[in-house]
């Protein structure tokens, strides 16, 4: 995967997780075990609808996978983009810990110069 890609996987992961009502779908689904649209409208008190494209969203950024069971979908959480977005605000909070520590050296020699 090209670098262009994997940022824009992160953009699409880091997109989906900023909305309310998917956080809170996932974090159902995060308990491990597979929920259909039924089960996850009752606890949120959306419509089925409302749920189906909140989860297809969740489903584009790889954090929810679906299996179809008889007549109904039902859904999981998948751990792997929400490992890699923690690998990336890793990676990130790194870079930044850096650039304030280099800052603060430039600070501290005009300050005694």
Not at 35 to 64: N, P, W
Not at 74 to 100: I, K, N, P, Q
Request: glycine share 6%; aromatic share 4%.
């Amino acid at each position: 995967m090209s670098k262009a890609e994997a940022l824009r996987r992160q953009a699409d992961v880091f997109s989906a997780l900023s909305d309310p009502t998917r956080l809170s779908l996932l974090l159902m689904l995060a308990a491990g075990h597979p929920h259909s649209i039924i089960m996850l409208t009752g606890d949120t008190g959306l419509t089925r609808q409302a749920v189906t494209k909140q989860l297809h969203a969740l489903e584009h950024a790889g954090l929810v996978s679906s299996v179809r069971t008889g007549r109904e979908n039902r859904y999981t959480c998948r751990s792997g983009a929400l490992r890699e977005a923690r690998d990336f605000l890793a990676e990130v909070s790194t870079l930044w810990e850096d650039a304030l520590e280099r800052l603060k050296g430039v600070v501290e020699v005009d300050r005694v110069a």
